[in-house]
C-alpha cells in the first residue's frame, strides 16, 4: 500500500511564497527520483522540478531561480520551495515518484494541490 501525499498548496499573492511537500509512505523502496508537476486549465500536464536520489535536479525554464526542488531521501520527502510567484504559477500541482524494485519500475502520483496566485 504505496501513498503520495501532497501538502502545502494554497493561495498566494503575485510575489509571494508557498513551499510544497510531498511524502510517499507504505512499502515503497528503490526511489530514483521525485518531482512536481503541474496542469493548468486548458494545458497540458509539465514538468516543473524533479530531483534524483543523488541530488541531481532539473528545472523547466519559467520557473528557474524562483523554484527549488529539494529532498530528504530517509524520509522519502520532497518539497519545493516556490517564491516570487507569478499568476501563471496557478495550477494543480502533482507529486511523481519514480523508482524501481528488483526490475519492476514504478511510477507513482498523489492526487494534487492546487496553488493560486493571485495578482
Known amino acids: 500500500q504505496v501513498q503520495v501525499v501532497e501538502s502545502g498548496g494554497g493561495l498566494a499573492q503575485a510575489g509571494g511564497s508557498l513551499r510544497l511537500s510531498c511524502a510517499a509512505s507504505?512499502?515503497?523502496?528503490?526511489?530514483?527520483?521525485m518531482g512536481w508537476y503541474r496542469q493548468a486549465p486548458g494545458k497540458q500536464r509539465e514538468l516543473v522540478a524533479r530531483?534524483?536520489?543523488?541530488?541531481?535536479?532539473n528545472y523547466t525554464d519559467s520557473v528557474k531561480g524562483r523554484f527549488t526542488i529539494s529532498r530528504d531521501n530517509a524520509k522519502n520527502t520532497v518539497y519545493l520551495q516556490m517564491n516570487s510567484l507569478k499568476s501563471e504559477d496557478t495550477a494543480v500541482y502533482y507529486c511523481?515518484?519514480?523508482?524501481?524494485?528488483?526490475?519492476?519500475?514504478?511510477?507513482?502520483w498523489g492526487q494534487g494541490t492546487q496553488v493560486t496566485v493571485s495578482s
Open positions: 511523481n515518484v519514480q523508482g524501481s524494485m528488483w526490475r519492476y519500475k514504478y511510477d507513482y
Open positions: 507504505g512499502s515503497i523502496f528503490g526511489i530514483n527520483a
Open positions: 530531483i534524483t536520489s543523488d541530488g541531481s535536479t
